[in-house]
């Protein structure tokens, strides 16, 4: 319970076996303003590490640098948000509290676990040629 602070601790425990866990952190975070930002890479020992694009792997949505940022809130991010939205238009809605803000900041944390989910399911199949996934 707990383990959301950053996609890094999924990983972390998982690889510790641990199965089930919950955690408020990324809905949380993304109401704050703090939004994950970084890249799942294969590691050379066959499991999975979330690399940090920005400090911490968190953009903080509500400082000025984001304000011209037309760029999605992580690189590679699939979500509806990263899809359709920039850093700047998030920034403008967060400083503006905009309701609107609130499920699009959510949509991209959590799917941001949903990736570090996928990225270990990914190496856990490849490692034991599962097939019940
Ligand atoms: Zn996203």
Not at 37 to 49: H, M, N, R
Not at 54 to 73: A, N, S
Request: proline content about 5%.
């Amino acid at each position: 319970m707990g383990v959301g602070l950053s996609p890094q601790d999924l990983i972390d425990v998982v690889a510790a076996g641990v199965d089930v866990f919950d955690c408020v952190a990324p809905t949380r975070n993304a109401r704050h303003g703090s939004l994950y930002c970084g890249q799942f890479v294969e590691t050379p020992d066959d499991w999975v590490a979330f690399v940090p694009d920005e400090e911490r792997g968190r953009l903080l949505i509500k400082k000025q640098q984001y304000r011209h940022d037309h760029g999605p809130l992580s690189a590679g991010c699939d979500c509806y948000t990263c899809e359709h939205h920039t850093r700047s238009y998030m920034h403008f809605l967060f400083k503006t509290n905009a309701p609107l803000y609130f499920p699009l900041a959510c949509i991209h944390n959590v799917r941001m676990m949903q990736r570090a989910c996928e990225a270990m399911q990914k190496m856990i199949k490849k490692a034991t040629n599962a097939t019940f996934f």
